[in-house]
Structures are given as C-alpha cells and as structure tokens.
T-cell receptor
C-alpha cells in the first residue's frame, strides 16, 4: 500500500516532443504529490507538485495531470529541450505524521537535439 | 540562506568499518530527512526528525544504522560495521516543518564499501 509505481523506466524523445511519465499509488491517504528532477551527481530538485483537490497544474513547460479516482498522476513536459535530459522521480506523501516521501523508481529521460 | 549541504561528498571505506555522514539543513528548517539511493533505484526513506519530537526511524534497514540531530540543526547518519550492500548515495533533505511539504535535498554523499 505504500508503493508508488512509475513508468516508463527510460524515455527518449526528439527536441520539441512531449514526454509523459506516469505514476500510480495505492494509499488513498496520500495528499501531496511532488515531482523531482535529478541531474547526474546532484541531489533531486523540486520541479512541480500537486494536491488531489485539483486535476491539473501547470508551471512553465511542466504540467501535472491528476486522476484521483484512478489514483494516477503524470508529468508532461511541453516543448522538451536537451537540457531537460535528467532522471525524474514522482513521489507521494501524507501531510500529517512523518511527511516522508514514497518515491517512484525514476524515469531516465533523454531529449535528442 | 544556502541550501542543504552534506559532507563528505564521497566516502570510500572497507567492509566492517564505521562511517559518519553529515547533513547541514537549510537555516530555520525544523524537519530533516535521510534517504538512500542505490544504483539505478529510487529513493528509500531512512529516518525523519521534526523539532524536538522523537525521530521516525521506521526506514532504517538494520540496527547498524543510526542517526542523531544535535541542537535541532546538524544531523549525523552513522553506519556501523559497513557492508558492501550499504554502498549507495545517502541524501539529506530538509523542510520548514509541519504542513510545509516541500523537501529540499542536498547533493548527497556517495558511499562505496569495498
């Protein structure tokens, strides 16, 4: 019940394409869903986050779509650039208690120039 | 102020030795987390500190792992009698505290146990 399943493991797109990364969770108590971006040798950095009271959130070229009934959420990167090549992690947490993140296993994205 | 800092950035040790990893959270952040990232894997929660409350140690994989946080700021993660399977990147994160969900991560300590 604590798992967050992330797919695909890796993704290659052409510059300008729209990569989509999907995550699914089981625990309905989760109420905060962040996405982190990690470059090699660096720590993860928050990209965008959503709460389950909205179905979509946009920040720049990044959009989260959230389907509460299906317990799924996804990250879309519009007009992807080679600089977006990184590993992306979804996570889920409860905003009560420990707030620890349960992370997906990550998606390695490569955007070709 | 500055972001989360961790030291050392890299650590190579021999099997059976003890290691200490240090984390300096963002100033004013009361919550501190340790995670472990194994090669090609996601991030695994280890331990959580919030203010003066008892830490949540539910993620520690064995009793060889321990952590403390002195004065509500700096934290040290200690691994005793290291094993090769302990090789990983150990990441520290901090957040402003209760109801402040965003966690800010440090660059990590890359631990290699030979």
């Amino acid at each position: 019940q604590q798992q967050v399943k992330q797919s695909p493991q890796s993704l290659i797109v052409q510059k300008g394409g729209i990569p989509i990364i999907n995550c699914a969770y089981e625990n309905t108590a989760f109420d905060y869903f962040p996405w982190y971006q990690q470059f090699p040798g660096k720590g993860p950095a928050l990209l965008i986050a959503i709460r389950p009271d909205v179905s979509e959130k946009k920040e720049g070229r990044f959009t989260i779509s959230f389907n509460k009934s299906a317990k799924q959420f996804s990250l879309h990167i519009m007009d992807s650039q080679p600089g977006d090549s990184a590993t992306y992690f979804c996570a889920a947490s409860k905003t009560s208690g420990t707030y620890k993140y349960i992370f997906g296993t990550g998606t390695r994205l490569k955007v070709l120039a | 102020g500055a972001g989360v800092s961790q030291s050392p950035s890299n650590k190579v040790t021999e099997k059976g030795k003890d290691v200490e990893l240090r984390c300096d959270p963002i100033s004013g952040h009361t919550a501190l987390y340790w995670y472990r990232q194994s090669l090609g894997q996601g991030l695994e929660f280890l331990i959580y500190f919030q203010g003066n409350s008892a830490p949540d140690k539910s993620g520690l994989p064995s009793d060889r792992f321990s952590a403390e946080r002195t004065g509500g700021s700096v934290s040290t993660l200690t691994i005793q009698r290291t094993q090769q399977e302990d090789s990983a990147v150990y990441l520290c994160a901090s957040s402003r505290g209760i109801l402040q969900e965003t966690q800010y991560f440090g660059p990590g300590t890359r631990l290699l146990v030979l």
